[in-house]
């Protein structure tokens, strides 16, 4: 497959993401009215509503991992398809984070009780994020690429208490020492 096919069907990929993000009734942009760069609060409506956040690091870390794992299991998957695969698990996953259910449940967690999901661009953004982590993978020394893993969560985990592994185990089962902790009890 050429690299224009594969952009196209990423692209495509992407599309349905903005589509379905659209009839789960989130919004373009933040309810604020405005699109910043960076937004660095994480207990503010603008979180997870801008172009980028505290958790793009995590989304960056998604690509680093997805190169990963699917270079691991699939070796001899060109990287043009590790890539689609790659998009294609990212726009699941921003599908699912936007869902209702999900976003309660994030609610439920300390660092996100205001949390309305994303918007649309936040989400886009994120699934850029990705596709730059899976790139930088794709280039760099794998020991490069996981101290970017070490250092992202590191960074962000001292720098707001949270991250993709607090995020993952919140997920599934939240512990409260991790939400006292978060709390900055």
């Known amino acids: 497959?050429?690299?224009r096919i594969g952009l196209l069907v990423t692209g495509a990929l992407v599309a349905v993401q903005v589509g379905v993000l659209y009839l789960l009734g989130q919004p373009a942009?933040?309810?604020?009215?405005?699109?910043?760069v960076w937004e660095g609060v994480v207990a503010s409506i603008g979180n997870s509503q801008h172009i980028t956040d505290w958790y793009t690091f995590s989304h960056i870390i998604h690509g680093l991992v997805f190169y990963a794992a699917l270079t691991l299991f699939f070796p001899r998957l060109p990287v043009m398809w590790r890539l689609i695969v790659a998009v294609g698990l990212e726009v699941s996953w921003e599908i699912i984070e936007n869902t209702p259910m999900v976003i309660q449940h994030y609610r439920n967690q300390a660092l996100a009780q205001?949390?309305?999901?994303?918007?649309?661009?936040?989400?886009v953004s994120d699934t850029l994020a990705m596709v730059g982590g899976f790139l930088l993978a794709w280039r760099l020394p794998v020991v490069a690429s996981v101290l970017l893993v070490v250092v992202f969560e590191l960074f962000v985990g001292y720098s707001i208490r949270d991250?993709?592994?607090l995020?993952?185990?919140n997920l599934a089962y939240p512990f409260e020492f991790i939400a006292r902790w978060q709390m900055g009890a």
């Not at 942009?29 to 910043?36: Q, R, S, T």
Request: one cysteine or more.
């Open 1 to 3: 497959m050429s690299w």
């Open 29 to 36: 942009i933040c309810a604020c009215g405005y699109v910043k």
């Open 114 to 123: 205001g949390y309305v999901g994303d918007s649309i661009l936040n989400s």
């Open 163 to 165: 991250g993709l592994l």
């Open 167 to 169: 995020n993952i185990v």
